[in-house]
């Protein structure tokens, strides 16, 4: 009997998009039955269109990164830019979903369809909270194929039973 992961994922960020794929998918390839059920904001990670996903870092003390361009002395510099003149300025959540999206490149990581996909390779299960899908309007036909749609007590019956269980 194989090990099980269960991951709840409610965040619908780029950066928050990240740790329940790498989880999974690093379970998954492990020898663990993953299921990551995605409920509220955790739905964009499902659908088909995952272009759209920003950076927020309106909140986040841990935001501050280096540039990912430039010369040396530039890219060293830890940019910590208090949220107050985040929120202040026009087009930051842009600005910094561009700089995110750089950086990740830049490193070679993945990207989250690589990741998504790498998941579905490795039979990670995804369920998508029926009841959130209907709160905000989404239609099935807008996620990735393989997707559940199922209320919370059928991830319970899993989660109940899993080896480790995290909410992201």
Same mark, same amino acid.
């Given at each position: ?33 993953? /299921? ?7 739905? /964009?990670? =499902? ?28 890219? @060293? ?8 003149? /985040? ?7 842009? =600005?910094?979903?561009? =700089? ?16 998504? +996909? ?16 209907? =709160?905000?309007?989404? @239609? ?22 899993? +080896? ?5």
């Amino acid at each position: 009997m194989s090990k099980k992961l269960a991951i709840i994922a409610t965040k619908g960020t780029l950066d928050w998009a990240y740790p329940p794929f790498i989880l999974a998918s690093t379970a998954a390839a492990l020898g663990y039955d993953v /299921q990551v059920f995605c409920t509220f904001y955790g739905l /964009q990670l =499902l659908r088909k269109d995952t272009s759209g996903l920003k950076v927020s870092p309106l909140g986040n003390p841990g935001m501050p990164m280096k540039m990912p361009f430039g010369p040396k002395w530039f890219k @060293d510099i830890n940019w910590n830019i208090p949220n107050i003149v /985040q929120a202040s300025i026009p087009g930051y959540e842009s =600005l910094a979903t561009t =700089l995110m999206k750089m950086t990740i490149k830049n490193c070679g990581v993945a990207t989250i369809d690589e990741l998504r +996909d790498l998941c579905v390779e490795a039979e990670v299960k995804f369920l998508a909270c029926q009841m959130t899908v209907e =709160l905000f309007g989404f @239609d099935h036909n807008q996620f990735i194929e393989n997707v559940e749609f199922v209320g919370a007590a059928s991830f319970f019956e899993f989660a109940g039973e899993s +080896d480790i269980c995290l909410y992201i």
